[in-house]
């Protein structure tokens, strides 16, 4: 690899300036808290930058999520400057300092060889304790020029300058932000080595920001992408929230079936797509699926990551229940099973906590209950406190062509009808009729000869 990537290069100066002037970052834009924290260490001295996520989301006219700072005042120094500061984080101390709701986050520079993981722990190395464990001497802490190389991708690692607001860059990132190119810092497959996450980290941004990977740091993910086997499930819970949840689901998804990361952090959703032909129900249901999540998102409506894992193990759960299919003879008790089984699979990889798992079973569990119109039995369905979720999730079926369009017609119609237009409607509808195609439809119980339900 020959093309000599400059912005892996550790220069040998210092960074390049972008003054106020060349670029377009107004402290208009910026949480007037987060000022505050700026201004007050600058004023007592300290160098003081704003980083990461907010200086590359102004560069690119977003709205940044939160506000993150950095500076060579150690925690405890900041500690001495904020009232409503708290430290945090075992080992590496991170400075929380608190308004109302807001946290603006300060880090101190990092030293070279401490890595950065989610919790922001970092290695133990080199520091010497007191006997009852305090920090006496330590070289965790560093110099900007050292905290800069840690960082994950060129845009990432851009520091806002309080004294005089240029832009520090080290690495390349105005540039690769202005061409709207995702640049791992350092040699990529190293990187990924160090912390698997940033391949999860890499289709984030480049998702959510419409970015394309650069080539040398897309290549080396399919070859790792193995490695997210060994990160906790609980972090990579996280993370697949941070993916899915942030409006760019569905070009994120793209890229980690393209990327091979999929299959790591959903095998059954994986290979029941792998065996669906390109068009199919289920992979179609994904598709609009995580698009009607995407469009939630944009229009600021809630979305719960319930509906979303329905989605993403619903391909899994069919096939699992159609597994189930012979010996079950379609009966919906075991579409729970199918659940049940997926859910416990999917667990080892991406741990959802069961205050999830258990509306999404629930969900799962009303889908047969939606083939019977006829009786009050089907209007009591209409209070279930988890209705409004599943119905939304028959919708989908049907709209991905798996679930019969009428019959989620008529649970549409009825939810806007009045109490007796309710009634009429139950007494007059006809026996169930199956679903469109293979999906959980009630059991027919052909071999019991009993007279049809009375209508
Ligand atoms: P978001 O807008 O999603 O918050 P962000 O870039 O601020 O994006 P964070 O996860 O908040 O992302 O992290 C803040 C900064 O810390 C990043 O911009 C990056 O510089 C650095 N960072 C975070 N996680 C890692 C990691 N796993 N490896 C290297 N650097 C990281
Ligand atoms: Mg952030």
Known sequence: MNDTNQASTQPAGGPRVVARNDHPISRANISSNALKVLYRLRDSGFQAFLVGGAVRDLLLDLHPKDFDIATNAHPDQVKQLFRNCRLIGRRFHLA?????????????????????????????????????GRILRDNLYGTIEEDVWRRDFTANALYYNIEDFSVWDYVGGVEDARNRVLRMIGDPETRYREDPVRMLRAVRFAAKLGFTIHEATATPIPKLAWMLDGVPPARLFDEVNKIFLAGSAQPAFELLERLQLLEHLFPDLASALQEAPPASPARELVRLGLQGTDERVRSEKSVTPTFLFAILMWPAVLRAFAKHGQASDGDPQYLLEACDQVTSRQQQRVAIPKRFTLPLRELVGLQPRFERREGRRALRLLNHPRFRAAYDFLVLRAAAGEADPELAKWWTDIQSASADERIARVESAAPSQGAASDGPRRRRRRRRRRPPAAS
């Open 96 to 132: 929380h300092v608190r308004f109302g709701y807001e946290i603006i986050e300060v880090a101190t520079f990092r030293a070279a060889h401490t890595s950065i993981d989610e919790d922001n722990s970092v290695d133990e190395g080199g520091r010497v304790l007191d006997e009852r």
